[in-house]
């Protein structure tokens, strides 16, 4: 939030052919994306594209709320799992999960409602463990949300009888395209930024100054650190079944330690609470080992000179980088 | 007399001190009331007991006839009892503007929907609360700084805000600690004539916190002394200032009344 | 004994600091004034080697100090009560008092200068166990005077020792400030209460917006039209 | 159930709350005085059994002197780290310090991957240490006993440092109040240096625990006990120091028994139950068993 | 090491000239220790190969990419392998979890993808007609081992710890189970740890060692870098029945951290042995010596350069480097002979049924005891 949202109903009369504008834009870009690029390129456009879904909303708890959380990953988990579940055929479940609890197993859902119910249960998750939990602050709230993340993994890697355990749901329908992740990112921006600029996000941010003059001007601050974790919630689930049906598949390891740090990392990278920095962060980090570093660790003829296979190079350049980004730009690369 | 506030043997204890002990007060409506006491007497204590900032270890409180103990914080705000702090606690990355319009907002009338829709009620109650904190901020002669950061602001302006935050809730009693402190005589007076103002302008109850006795004898009507966490004395300036139980513990010596 | 040459302090791009000079002679209690945000506590930090200088110098008894590091600083005999008080909420008032004296040899004698400090401030004997951070803000504020002389400072830098006081105890300082002027020790001291600091110190300077407006005995300032207007309320 | 399966148990988890308290002991010393969560302190850990293995075995140095010089590495190691990427951002918000800790975690396990390969090493250990003691049907090996006096040794030394000596007390001052130190004449860099020149020093000793009691070490061996430690850390109260210890012993204890006592389906759910318990504690007390209460004043 | 053939030498436009094959192995991360020998051996092949000719006159180029033991970036890898590289086969990963994740995405491509180390025999069914496995089974190995108990260490009970975090170990245990109670076992007590996480067995072993009665075999289904210490705790706590596992013990790890004394008395299934003197085995672990101056780390570098091999075969009797002309010629595959013992998919089965060879580890050496083809 900037001072600009004074200026936000003004604002809000050219909005519309603004957005309208960049949406045309946008979808002229997808398109012709979607004609030149192989699978390959456009599942990075994917994954960029399903980064920006996650990053934006983890700020908007922990960037604009000031709720240090590290339980994206696991509302990610709810949400992989959900879809996954909903959307399997159900000949297929007879034989793939047989064991599954009859409920599960003769559902077959579109995947469009199936997204809406895991975003929806992802909210439940949310208020359930919110409500004992956002009670703590800072760095217990952190380890609270990553335990609450380790929770989720364990018990998806024991109910084998609906997740497979370790090995996960494999095989799952390829429905993740750019124009299902786009749509979604578009969406997220939009409902992130309408509620960064209306009350709520006003008090949210006013909890991460200070909370305790946030209560003293009335700010609720059980129900409004809730509303900011849910809403979070809802994209990290959608998110995460997006992701699950590029990859085809869900397994607890995807939605562990380092899909979380990850999402951190785009965060800070990019510059905490500021949602193009958000943005921005996700397509970088998304794109620098993916186009770069993983090339060069292959072995590569740079300039005449023949650098041999390196595996782990990319690794150790890609965590130089974040340090020297955070060292020499603290508040992010696009931060204030 | 209409009494706006009234608490009861308010008692707060710490491990092996009882910051506040048996505590009772009865503020009128549009009264300017203060409490003193030595530094540790428990006077910020009796402000987070009354605003819930901190849970009384007995004692009860009833605001305009309704009990209130035990009520959450943020709910006592809305009922009407607004403070300030005596460290500023302001949210200082957020604009002056911003800073009242979070206080401002607990009356807004929209709904989720609203907001996500941007639906011609959303957008009129928005413009309304920008309105009003403007004029709040015109009010207390901060409109010109109304795009600058908190945390930028001098700190006589701080104090200010702080003011201004807690009016633009709405309060019926604004609780003070201290608003004087950090201020050098001339600012101080200037802060007097503002607090009578405000008092007449938003009808306003006040209670406050002030080692500034000039500030405090001038102002108040009638005066608390606390120390030890329990009442040695109330009365108006004039009998406060003439107690041996306030001098010996308290101001050393009277007070030359401005 | 310390002098300070066209000092210019930023933070990030706002100057706060412009162009100050002045100087502190052994023995002298020197009064810093000034309107709020007028740059006093960070001319207090800038001494004290808290805050980096942009440009000028700072010489204590003839050596530079310009740069040495903060720590440094306090072995040199300067120490301070800084603004907000900055106790150490978790240790005991104790504790904290036995902190001021780090510099100190370990097997040095401390005793004599606490008991000094809780004949100067007897609320603090009596809170000695307790964690400092549950003592009221007055009783912070004695004890970080108190804790600022543990380590017997040569330089004394006062920022706003009186702020949030009772008026009791706001004598009390004063009274405290100039017995420890009697005893030889230089101060420099910042205050709000105008009238209050003239009265007792030597010298003044008056700073507005960063740089030095007026300055002069505290005499004459107190008797300045200017100075009477703006800070003692007309 | 038999008190000696008990005791066993006990002996087991005795063992294992050791390690966790002293790496746990590093998270908190550090978080104590700079506020950061210090995510590659596993991977020193790891560092410092390498370092181990490596002077016993290769440089056929006697195993007190492996044990030793290893601390000394890894606290070089520590003290660099902390020079390079941790003290530029003094000031910097705790997601960044977080995710800074982060990629130098990443960074010394892939490091460490190059160098050492990525397979696990066998980790020597004297002859003596391996003898099988058997009372009853409780049995044990030296290195277990090595492990629980050693850790309860150092302990003691440290809280005996802590609460004695003058780099003690500007420990804990600077813990509190960096500034407000640097106003007393402490030397916070100083500070901070033997902050991590003593919780580096305990994880190589961790480090060489673990490669004792499992007989191998990995790059990526660290990062679960790591992990565990601050978990055990938080438990404690993080940046309270008997705090780690009682949380590493607590964590320990509870981990095996919660293995061994309840039947084997819920040994899958020791992870969960580690951090269930967490959660609960801190429900209970908002910062830890032995935590000071955050200052709320007003 | 600069392979000759590796990398990317941005000959993409010499295009015709070579055949391009996609390796992914996790090199790095935690699946590294079972992946990089095998990217290794999966070199050398190609190199022997190239060396004496090529296929059909062609050149094999290996592209590897790392999947960093991340299952996102392994399918991203083998994604850009199939869309971007163009590879015309994928070879590779020692993990079923990752095949099941990888596979797919050949699969779509209409891409051949051998995994050179994964063995649930679940695989082929659950990706598709294009995913083939060099090794065996994990049914058959475990098939094996509880034969083996049951008849030649005559040993009628069991207790079965099982690594949960894998669907090899988990697979591995299920079949063990199932044969052992089949075929007139009992299990004493089953008892899990999480590999990914555990490296603390004691609460097991104590629950273990504190059963009314003991049993005569412990089979430990773990992952290669747990099946050390395991059995060294097992040992350490004084608990000395014979351990049986699977393929998972087929390295020297298994010694190296397990300990000299401790590891006696415990038998594994694998592919091959090692220290076999049969020719081909000699051949290959003097080849891998020569070129990265180390022992073959386990039976997966063998397995990997089998896989190499396999495909190279399929290639010349295709007589073409069409994905599907390859994916038919392996379907006919029969009788082809490597380090790891004779690969035939028959009747369109996409496992090959391979004779199992039981090991057993004395004073630190691996012998072998039987090879044994269970039904
Ligand atoms: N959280 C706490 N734990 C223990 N004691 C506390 C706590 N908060 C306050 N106290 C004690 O309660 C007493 C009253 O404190 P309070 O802050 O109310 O004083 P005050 O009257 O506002 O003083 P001042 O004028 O100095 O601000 C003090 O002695 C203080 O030490
Ligand atoms: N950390 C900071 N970052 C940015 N600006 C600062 C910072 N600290 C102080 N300032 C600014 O520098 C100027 C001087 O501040 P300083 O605190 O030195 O004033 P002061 O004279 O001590 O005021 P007071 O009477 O309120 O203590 C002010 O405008 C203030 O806003
Ligand atoms: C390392 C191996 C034993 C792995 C096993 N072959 C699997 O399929 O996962
Ligand atoms: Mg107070
Ligand atoms: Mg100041």
């Not at chain 2, 009620?121 to 207390?140: A, G, N, Q």
């Not at chain 5, 999480?194 to 004691?202: C, E, I, L, R, T």
């Amino acid at each position: 939030m900037d001072a600009g949202l004074v200026e936000a109903t003004n604002r809000q009369k050219q909005l519309p052919f603004k957005a309208a504008a960049g949406l045309i834009l946008l979808f002229a870009v997808l398109m012709v994306m979607n004609f030149v690029l192989n699978g390959y390129y456009l599942r990075i456009v994917n994954l960029v594209g399903i980064n920006i879904i996650l990053v934006v909303s983890l700020n908007l708890t922990n960037g604009f709320t000031g709720i240090f959380s590290l339980g994206h990953a696991a509302f990610m988990a709810i949400g992989g799992y959900t879809v996954a579940l909903l959307t399997m055929p159900v000949e297929r479940k007879a034989v793939y999960l047989p064991d599954l609890p009859s409920f599960l197993a003769h559902v077959y859902l579109p995947f469009l409602p199936s997204l809406i119910i895991a975003g929806l249960l992802a909210v439940i998750c949310a208020y359930l463990i919110g409500y004992p939990v956002l009670k703590l602050r800072g760095h217990y709230l952190a380890v609270a949300t990553l335990g609450f993340m380790v929770i989720i993994n364990v018990l998806i890697m024991n109910f084998r009888d609906i997740t497979r355990g370790n090995s996960g749901l494999t095989g799952l329908q390829p429905y993740t395209n750019i124009w299902w992740t786009y749509a979604v990112a578009v969406i997220t921006l939009y409902v992130i930024w309408r509620v960064l600029n209306s009350t709520y996000g006003r008090a949210m941010t006013a909890i991460r100054e200070d909370d305790l003059a946030a209560e003293a001007v009335g700010v609720n601050l059980v129900s409004i650190k809730l509303m900011s974790f849910a809403i979070g919630a809802f994209f990290a689930a959608i998110g995460g079944a997006l992701y699950g049906h590029l990859l085809t598949m869900v397994s607890p390891n995807d939605f562990s330690y380092s899909m979380m740090f990850g999402l951190v990392v785009m965060l800070v990278v990019g510059g905490i609470g500021s949602i193009p920095g958000a943005v921005f962060g996700a397509v970088i980090v998304t794109l620098l080992p993916e186009l770069f570093l993983n090339k060069l660790e292959r072995g590569i003829d740079l300039l005449g000179i023949h650098l041999p296979q390196m595996f782990g190079v990319s690794q150790v350049l890609m965590s130089v980088a974040i340090i020297l980004i955070v060292i020499f730009k603290p508040k992010g690369l696009l931060g204030k | 007399m209409d009494v706006l506030l009234e608490a009861i043997e308010l008692t707060k204890q710490y491990k092996g001190l009882k910051a506040v002990a048996g505590y009772s007060v009865k503020i009128s409506r549009g009264e300017i009331r203060g409490l003193i006491g030595p530094n540790g007497a428990g006077k910020t204590t009796t402000f987070n007991l009354l605003t819930s900032m901190v849970k009384s270890t007995s004692g009860n409180i009833y605001f305009e006839g309704k009990k209130i103990t035990g009520v959450r914080a943020d709910q006592i705000a809305r009922l009407g009892i607004c403070r300030t702090f005596q460290n500023i606690r302001l949210f200082k990355n957020l604009t002056v503007l911003e800073n009242v319009l979070i206080a401002a907002q607990i009356k807004k009338k929209y709904n989720f929907m609203s907001v996500l829709l941007s639906s011609p009620s959303f957008l009129r109650e928005e413009k309304h609360l920008v309105d009003r904190s403007l004029e709040l901020l015109e009010t207390m002669g901060l409109i010109n700084a109304k795009d600058i950061k908190a945390r930028n602001l001098p700190y006589g302006q701080q104090r200010k805000l702080e003011i201004a935050r807690a009016l633009a809730v709405g309060p019926k009693l604004l609780l003070l600690d201290e608003p004087a402190a950090g201020m050098n005589p001339s600012e101080s007076t200037e802060l007097m004539g503002l607090i009578r103002y405000l008092r007449d302008k938003f009808k306003l109850t006040i209670f406050l916190i002030e080692h500034d006795m000039k500030f405090v004898m001038n102002l108040c009507e009638k005066i608390q002394v606390l120390n030890y966490g329990t009442l040695i004395a109330e009365g108006s300036a004039a009998e406060i200032q003439n107690n041996p139980d306030v001098i010996s513990a308290y101001l050393g010596r009277a007070v030359e009344s401005a | 004994m310390l002098k300070a040459d066209n000092l210019n302090v930023f933070y990030d791009q706002i100057q706060a600091i412009k162009d100050v000079s002045f100087e502190i002679q052994e023995g002298e209690l020197v009064a810093l004034l000034g309107a709020n945000g007028a740059g006093k506590t960070t001319i207090i930090r800038t001494i004290s080697g808290l805050q980096k200088l942009r440009s000028g110098k700072i010489t204590y008894n003839g050596q530079d100090i310009s740069t040495t590091e903060a720590h440094k600083l306090v072995r040199l005999g300067i120490s301070q009560s800084p603004e907000g008080r900055q106790i150490f909420g978790r240790l005991t008032v104790l504790e904290n008092l036995q902190i001021g004296a780090f510099i100190k040899d370990k097997k040095a004698d401390i005793g004599a200068e606490i008991k000094y400090i809780y004949d100067l401030f007897p609320a603090l004997k009596e809170r000695e166990k307790l964690a400092a951070g549950a003592l009221s803000g007055g009783e912070q504020q004695m004890l970080a005077i108190g804790r600022a002389l543990m380590s017997s400072p040569k330089l004394l830098l006062l920022d706003e020792p009186s702020l949030g006081l009772a008026p009791l105890l706001v004598e009390k300082i004063f009274e405290v400030i100039q017995t420890l002027k009697r005893n030889n020790i230089t101060i420099l001291l910042v205050e709000q209460n105008v009238y209050k600091a003239l009265e007792i110190a030597d010298r003044a300077y008056v700073l507005e917006s960063g740089a030095i407006k007026l300055h002069g005995t505290a005499g004459d300032l107190l008797n300045n039209s200017e100075v009477k207007k703006a800070y003692l309320g007309g | 159930m038999s008190s000696d399966y008990f005791i066993q148990q006990l002996t087991n988890a005795l063992s294992l709350g050791s390690i966790y308290a002293l790496t746990a002991i590093g998270y908190t010393i550090v978080y104590g005085i700079l506020r950061l969560i210090n995510f590659a302190h596993g991977d020193i850990l790891m560092l410092g059994a390498y370092f181990a293995g490596i002077i016993f075995v290769q440089l056929a140095m006697p195993f007190p002197a492996a044990i030793i010089l290893s601390m000394m590495l890894a606290a070089l190691i520590g003290v660099t780290i902390e020079r390079a990427a941790y003290r530029p951002l003094r000031r910097a918000t705790e997601e960044t310090t977080l995710i800074t800790s982060f990629a130098v975690s990443i960074l010394m396990q892939n490091l460490a991957m190059m160098i050492f390969s990525p397979q696990p090493k066998k980790f020597e250990i004297p002859g003596f240490l391996q003898t099988v003691h058997t009372m009853g049907n409780v049995s044990f090996t030296n290195m277990k006993v090595l492990i629980i006096l050693l850790s309860v040794v150092l302990m003691v030394a440290l809280t005996i440092f802590i609460k004695r000596t003058k780099m003690g007390i500007a420990m804990r001052a600077s813990a509190e109040n960096i500034d407000a130190s640097t106003m007393m004449g402490i030397d916070v860099n100083a500070v901070v240096r033997v902050a991590f020149i003593i919780g580096s020093s305990l994880a190589a000793v961790a480090g060489l625990m673990l490669g004792g009691q499992y007989g191998q070490v990995s790059p990526l061996m660290g990062f679960v006990p790591g992990l565990k430690a601050f978990v055990a850390a938080v438990i404690g109260g993080i940046g309270n120091i008997p705090g780690a210890a009682l949380g590493g012993y607590l964590l320990g204890i509870g981990e095996v028994l919660f293995v061994g006592l309840l039947p084997s389906q819920f040994s899958e759910f020791r992870d969960a139950f580690v951090f269930i318990v967490l959660i609960l504690v801190l429900l209970v007390r908002p910062t830890g068993i032995l935590g000071i209460e955050e200052d709320r004043r007003v | 090491s600069g392979q000759s053939n590796s990398g990317e030498t941005e000959s993409e436009g010499a295009g015709d000239s070579t055949i391009k094959i996609g390796g992914i192995f996790n090199i790095t991360g935690g699946q590294a220790s079972l992946d990089q020998p095998s990217l290794n051996a999966f070199q050398l092949a190609a190199d022997e190969i190239n060396a004496s000719g090529g296929v059909n006159g062609q050149q094999i180029e290996v592209i590897s990419v790392d999947g960093k033991s991340d299952p996102a970036t392994t399918t991203s890898a083998v994604q850009e392998l199939v869309d971007v590289k163009k590879v015309k086969v994928v070879a590779g990963l020692s993990d079923s979890t990752y095949v099941l994740a990888a596979g797919p995405i050949a699969q779509q491509a209409g891409i051949p993808f051998i995994t050179s180390g994964a063995t649930a025999p679940e695989i082929p069914d659950q990706v598709g007609d294009y995913m083939f496995l060099a090794p065996f089974g994990d049914n058959i190995q475990a098939y094996a081992a509880a034969d083996f108990a049951l008849n030649d260490l005559n040993a009628d009970t069991a207790w079965v710890l099982t690594d949960t975090g894998s669907d090899y170990t988990l697979g591995l245990a299920k079949y063990f189970k199932e044969r052992y109670l089949d075929k007139g076992g009992k299990i004493s007590l089953e008892d899990k740890y999480n590999g990914a996480s555990d490296v603390d067995f004691s609460a097991q072993i104590t629950r273990l060692k504190n059963l009314p009665e003991q049993p005569k075999v412990l089979f430990v289904s773990a992952q290669p870098d747990k099946c050390g210490l395991v059995v060294k705790q097992l040992r350490d706590m004084g608990v000395d029945t014979p351990v049986i596992g699977g393929d998972g013990y087929d390295t020297p790890d298994l010694v190296k951290l397990g300990g000299v004394p401790q590891t006696n008395n415990t038998y594994f299934t694998t592919h091959v042995s090692l220290g076999n003197t049969d020719g081909s085995v000699t051949k290959f672990v003097d080849a891998y010596k020569s070129k990265y101056n180390k022992e073959p780390e386990n039976a997966f570098a063998a397995l990997a350069y089998d896989t190499m091999y396999l495909i190279a075969d399929a290639i010349g009797r295709a007589g073409s480097d069409d994905p599907t002309a390859i994916r038919d010629a392996l379907l006919q595959t029969d009788g082809f002979k490597g380090v790891t013992g004779t690969i035939s998919y028959q009747d369109g089965s996409r496992i090959p049924l391979k004779s199992v060879t039981i090991m057993k580890v004395d004073n630190g050496n691996f012998e072998f005891v039987k090879e044994v083809l269970p039904n």
